[in-house]
């Protein structure tokens, strides 16, 4: 059910209004990164001041990022970031031992679900990308 439901979301997007959704949030599983991107901090956070321009979002603040230790959380070593946007946010986590990062992006106003990938994929180049498409809010304006 929940294929359909994002499958949905994402070819309707463009005929979407704000009457329709208050929110619109895409998630991204990108598997098998390029080495070394899931535990570069500098590179992460650009990701994270960076894509928030590109897509024409506002941002609140700027972006924070932490680093989750190996030694004492060897399943969890990565990085977790977040960029406030006055729309939500976007965030990031990186799961080193895997080369896994998991993106949301929600705002509270459309935005191009390509150009976002396209972005991903030039910062940390994943063999395999997953995304989901979720409308958010939907009665909000009922």
Known sequence: MLKTVAQESKANIKSNTKDTAFGFQLLLDLYDCRPGVCDDLTLCYQFLDEIVDYLGMEKQAPPNIFRT????????????????LVESSVVIHTLSPKNFISI???????????????FVRRFFSPKRMDEQFILRGIDYYK
């Open 104 to 118: 949301d992006i929600y705002c509270c106003k459309e935005f191009d679900i390509s150009k976002a990938k396209i």
């Open 69 to 84: 230790p190996d030694l004492r959380f060897p399943d969890k070593a990565g990085l977790s970031g977040w960029a406030p």
